[in-house]
């Protein structure tokens, strides 16, 4: 975060407790010292509270994209170009956001590296772009662990997985080397971070699509069982409807031409239809 409001509270609140401690316990003035409980109550508070400071701040004055990062979603996420104005715009802001007050937690590596955490915040506010109302879901799953490598969790031991959604502790973990597979290479690859972003939109609405499973595969060239293995989880736990998302996104046309009332019905629920967008901006 370019800049975190906590620490510029904090760092005050900090030389003034070891002004107080100096002056007090160092050079004996002792009548000073009852200074320390307000500072130390306010460096505890400033603590515990600073992912709500730091949040409100950023919300309050959204950090523009670097140039750099702006390209690298132009370039790989179609579903950007789709975008008005105003909806690129509240889409830009949402993803700084996100970057600058979520909580991204290595696994197998000292540091995420900024793209991924691009990727993740970006297909997680491509579904708000055309539905601002849930914004406030992905708030609220702002606690992502990326692994390098696929991985078992407490939820699954026995499956070495690509990609979870775990609900009770509103936490998205990931297998980095897939889901950038697919942003860079959406035609081949299943978008596993869109994927899991559309699971949190389903929590609390589960839409009926009308979903034939066995045209997916005719829409995305991937067959279900193929995904099935990639995702790494047995196919009772996994979301088809979320699957399916990722193939609207991907794959208007196709999808359309396969299932045109379940593509009429996501378009609904999705605020948007990709394929009367694209010949309008043609």
């Known amino acids: 975060m370019a800049m975190i409001l906590s620490k510029w509270i904090l760092a005050p609140l900090l030389l003034l407790t070891g002004l107080v401690l100096l002056v007090s316990y160092g050079w004996g003035y002792r ?17 515990v509270l600073h992912p709500e400071i730091d949040r409100w701040y950023v919300k309050k004055h959204p950090l523009k994209l670097p140039k750099g990062m702006l390209r690298f979603i132009k370039d790989h996420l179609p579903t ?3 975008m008005d104005d105003q909806q ?80 009770q502790d509103k936490v998205m973990l990931f297998c ?28 609390n609405d589960a839409p009926e699509f009308n979903l034939d499973l ?3 595969p005719d829409i995305s060239g991937f067959k279900n069982e193929v995904v099935v293995e990639y995702i790494g989880l047995p196919e009772p ?7 399916a998302t990722t193939y609207f996104f991907t794959f208007p046309v196709r999808f359309k031409m396969h299932l045109e009332e379940s593509y009429e019905r996501m378009s609904d629920f999705f605020g948007i239809d990709p394929i009367v967008r694209i010949n309008e901006q043609s």
């Open 88 to 167: 690129r715009t509240a889409f830009e802001n949402a993803v700084s956001i996100y970057l600058n007050t979520a909580t991204f937690m290595p696994q197998g590596f000292e540091r995420i590296p900024e793209d991924l955490k691009v990727v993740v915040a970006a297909n997680a506010h491509i579904l708000t772009a055309f539905q601002p109302d849930w914004h406030q879901k992905f708030v609220d799953f702002s606690n992502i662990v990326i692994y390098r490598h696929p991985f078992p969790t407490p939820q699954h031991p026995k499956h070495l997985h690509v990609s979870e959604l775990y609900v």
């Open 237 to 243: 736990f996994v979301h088809w409807e979320a699957v």
């Open 31 to 47: 009548e000073y010292s009852f200074w320390l409980i307000p500072l130390v109550i306010g460096v505890a508070a400033v603590y």
């Open 214 to 216: 066995e045209l997916l």
């Open 80 to 82: 950007y170009r789709l």
């Open 176 to 203: 980095a080397d897939h889901f950038m597979k697919a942003f860079r290479s959406p035609q081949q690859y299943f978008n596993t971070a869109m994927y899991e972003c559309a699971k949190i939109v389903f929590i």
